[in-house]
């Protein structure tokens, strides 16, 4: 079991403030759901997170200890999806497993996963944007790392795959902290255990569709 708690993270580009009070906490089991309007900061968050951006201020523990986000990719304790492919264009699927995984039992939690499987002879470059990302998240999702933060796992995934990728993560949630964001919030909602939407720089809790209203993220004239 780990948890993480983030008391506070704050960010501005220039005089833009985007982050001005953002908290939540995560822990092994759970799936926390990142909500927002285009621009709010969810990836800033995330990136900031992981390490990748500067920060005004993150102040954030790991089961009690003070964390730098410096630490974060050194000591393996977070795996991170980006919003944009990441993976080398001319190596195979195949390829990428073996050089990510050592460990018999994580190359086959990729190689045997059945959207995986078909793709496994294909070079990164020749998969549809779909196929990809779907194949980002189960190879990150096979990693040892304890917490693992995914920035629009479901964008350009079909609706079958899609299906597929929350059922991986209730499986991995079982050894992991989640935390995503995605604007398929129905998705989303099917698949976190709690959410926070981010508005005006401020997170909040929030349980339902209707509260995504609320914050206005969801237009109240929708049925
Ligand atoms: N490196 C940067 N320099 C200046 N401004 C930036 C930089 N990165 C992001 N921003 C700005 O910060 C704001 C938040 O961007 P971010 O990508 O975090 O939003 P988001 O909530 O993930 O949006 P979306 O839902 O569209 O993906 C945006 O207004 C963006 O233009």
């Given at each position: 079991m780990a948890l993480l708690q983030l008391y506070n993270a704050q960010k501005s580009f220039g005089k833009r403030e985007i982050l001005k009070r953002v908290s939540f906490s995560v822990e092994t089991g759970e799936v926390l759901g990142i909500f927002g309007r285009n621009g709010c900061g969810k990836s800033t968050l995330l990136k900031m997170l992981f390490g990748t951006m500067s920060s005004d201020l993150l102040d954030f523990e790991i089961d009690g200890k003070k964390v730098n986000a410096s630490q974060v990719i050194p000591k393996q304790l977070m795996g991170y999806v980006p919003q944009h492919p990441f993976l080398?264009?001319?190596?195979k699927v195949r390829d990428v497993i073996l050089t990510c995984y050592q460990d018999e039992k994580q190359q086959d939690t990729v190689f045997y996963n059945s959207g995986v499987a078909k793709l496994t002879h294909k070079r990164v470059g020749e998969l549809s944007l779909g196929e990809l990302k779907y194949f980002e998240v189960i190879l990150l999702g096979?990693?040892?790392?304890?917490f693992l933060l995914f920035d629009?796992?479901?964008?350009?995934?079909?609706p079958m795959m899609k299906e597929n990728m929350k059922t991986f993560f209730l499986e991995i949630k079982k050894e992991k902290g989640i935390m995503l964001t995605d604007h398929y919030y129905d998705d989303v909602l099917q698949t976190t255990s709690k959410n926070i939407v981010i508005k005006d720089g401020i997170s909040h809790h929030i349980r339902t569709e209707s509260d995504l209203k609320k914050f206005e993220y969801l237009s109240n004239s929708r049925c």
């Open positions: 080398p264009k001319s190596l096979a990693s040892t790392h304890p629009e796992p479901f964008s350009m995934v079909d």
